[in-house]
């Protein structure tokens, strides 16, 4: 298939749109980002021990900060530094993917501006998690199916074999991309299964998988029962139609007449059907997580990148009459207007006292995702408040005791936030590493402490009082804008568990 090479105008478009998106994130996070959330404490935890998976998720994404971490440092600055390559390199594919398609510089130009405007697509990549890099690698593999459609040759299904390798090794949800593609394959390209090098991709993705299998049957099949855990407790209030309404409005409400277009030109629309396999991509996996009805709507915001190329090229040849042509900048400048907005939301751009302010007068009520009792922020923001607080405060209890206790005393709490608070910032205030029983922290086990000496973050009294010979409740953490239930946080000094603490501990698993 012959495509044109592309302009010089495109190919500013897509620099200028990748530059400003970077510089977005970059400016907001050099004003301090309100501070680190609380999974990206947790993250760099997991950072400082390696293994071939972890209770929560795969291991690509813990490896890429490790080494992140080592060249440039632990600011914050320098950890969301990842996420916001990530959303740059998603525009900068976003663009390559319409100009393959055929669209010129106006389809460019919307594709690249809805997903810099996307909402889903600032939010996830304003922080570290593997999902900014989830997206990127969804919109990867996308392009290097594009150029299989173009040119299937052995180099492009190696390189689709290890984008989808490395995307599983991040987040196992590419498997729904996998699938979509076999679905797209079997209606549209069936021609493909009679070639050797399609299986060979699939034993490429499946080689690099391997080792999180591995990691999971070894720990007792950790990541599923993990699933089957918050499905069951903090995802359990969702429903299918909160998944479909997501859809809606976390690109952006205006953006979703484009992207439903581009779904339809996929299939209807005679120059863009040759690419129906990024439709049947898309409605593969929206199928599969609608079954789900505890699916997040985030879960499906790597797949719009081809919805919105296909978008751009169907308004591009269609809309060409002076009668309609003026919408072609004026909708996107809507786009722009209602993203700049609703910006506030999604990223900390304003000082959390105006945030505050600006959330009520535009009736935006506190939102969060697990059911938790809120306060003046949304589940988002709160969670980037009150983490050093609860280290300064323990290490107030901690450097009180005698030097004797300190080399006894176990740092305990029940949620991989707080423990990876003390992780982080116990060095600044001469704290040892905790131990925890959520998630990976319990894999990590006690760090040979013997329970003599205890200081527990978090319970109650009753809580800890038939566990040890003595409890004293020494402190109470508290904290501005933080969630509710870290705010508050009794600490306690307990002596001489009555138990083996080997023997109480694999009672006291958490995975959620």
Known sequence: MNIPSPTRTENWIIVASALFVFLLHLIVNLNGGYGFFRDELYYIACSDHLAWGYVDQPPFSIFLLKIWRLLFGDSLVSIRMIPALAHTGTVVLAGLLTRQMGGKAFAVFLACWCVVFSLIHLGMSGVYSMNAIDIFLWTLAMYFVLKLIHTPRPGYWIALGAVLGVGLLNKISVLFLGAGIFTGIVFTHRAWFSSRWLYIAGIIALVIFVPYIFWNLNHDNAHLEFIHNASAGKY????????????????????????????????????????????????????????????????????????????????????????????????????????????????????????????????????????????????????????????????????????????????????????????????????PKSIGTHNNYWIWGTRNYTGEVVMILGGTMEDHVNDFESVEEVGVSSCTYCMPYENHVRIFLCRKLKYPIATSWKYEKHYE
């Open 236 to 431: 359990s209030g969702r429903s299918r139609l909160q998944f479909v309404v997501e859809q809606i409005l976390y690109l952006n409400p205006l953006s979703a007449p484009v992207w439903i277009t581009g779904l339809l030109a996929l299939f209807f629309y005679k120059p863009l059907q040759s690419y129906g396999i990024f439709g049947w991509l898309y409605l593969t996996a929206f199928i599969i997580l609608v079954i789900n009805p505890t699916s997040k709507g985030e879960y499906l915001a790597p797949g719009y990148a081809c919805l919105l190329a296909a978008a751009g090229i169907y308004i591009e040849q269609k809309f060409t009459m002076p009668s309609v042509r003026w919408l072609r900048m004026v909708y996107p400048a809507l786009i722009a207007v209602s993203s700049v907005v609703l910006l506030p939301m999604i990223l900390p751009v304003l000082p959390v006292e105006q945030y505050i302010v600006y959330a009520k007068k535009i009736g935006m009520e506190p939102s969060s995702s697990e059911n938790k009792e809120l306060a003046e922020l949304p589940q988002f923001y709160a969670d980037m408040f009150g983490w050093e607080e609860k280290a300064r405060d323990v290490a107030k209890v901690y450097n009180s005791l005698s030097e004797e206790d300190k080399e006894k005393c176990a740092i305990v709490s029940s949620n991989y936030g707080r423990c990876g608070a003390i992780d982080f910032y116990g060095a600044k205030y001469g704290l």
